[in-house]
């Protein structure tokens, strides 16, 4: 709890001295991002993710980024079970600390429908909660040539549940993108999912993204 703090103080902070001088980059990056995350232990955690959101870009007048703004949904459907999951709206503030390190702190309205058993876990969760997640990127280019670029990343997602009034889980990825053109980017990435006093999971991601 005291690092969920410490980061929020931390951001605040930075937004309180750059907003006197920031301005706010008129074209906004739009992102329609199709996720396949694949559990072959498990079905019912096979998951078809969209998200949705649109980045704005904050600047000063050197036109350096100061922070980012980005405004999101995301809807996870469960073919196995039939059953829209988790469906999530909210805001992500955040900041390029370096060309190779983002930090951002999201606050996040969550409609959940998750309900199944798994060996000694009962997984119920059919509820409305709001929770704040704190996303951590880190980012390198492997390989580039006027063919291709690959770019590694690590991410870090740790969820806050204040309902309950406990961190609820904690998700590690790691992988490889691709863009494609201006518009375009795939990625593939491995990623394990700690849901704190509950089960775990490993899964494999398939993901495809429009940018505009």
């Known amino acids: 709890m005291r690092i969920k ?22 074209k906004p990056e739009l992102r329609w991002l199709t996720l396949y995350r ?18 704005f870009d904050f600047q000063n007048a050197e036109e350096k980024s100061l922070f ?20 999530e709206t909210g805001v992500e503030v955040g900041k390029d600390f370096t060309p190779w390190f983002y930090l951002g702190e999201g606050i996040q309205s969550v409609w959940l429908r998750e309900d199944y058993t798994i060996a000694k876990y009962n997984h119920t969760k059919r ?7 704190t996303r951590l990127v880190l980012s390198h280019q492997l390989f580039s040539n006027q063919h291709i670029t690959l770019k590694g990343f690590f991410m870090d997602e ?26 375009f980017e795939t990625s ?17 991601e398939f993901g495809a993204a429009l940018v505009f």
């Open 127 to 133: 509820r409305d909660s709001t929770e704040s997640e």
């Open 5 to 26: 703090v410490l980061i929020f103080l931390v951001l605040i902070l930075l937004l309180s001295f750059s907003t006197v001088f920031a301005v706010w980059d008129k």
């Open 68 to 87: 980012k703004v980005t405004p999101f949904s995301e809807f996870r459907r469960n073919f196995e079970r039939n059953l829209w999951e988790r469906i």
């Open 188 to 204: 593939l990435n491995w990623r394990h999912v700690d849901r704190i006093h509950d089960f775990d999971s490993d899964t494999l």
């Open 158 to 183: 740790y969820t806050y549940d204040f309902d309950l009034g406990r961190g609820v889980r904690n998700e590690v990825a790691v992988g490889i993108a691709v863009p494609i053109g201006k518009h």
């Open 38 to 55: 694949l559990d072959d232990r498990r079905s019912h955690d096979s998951l078809y993710i969209n998200r949705v959101s649109a980045m």
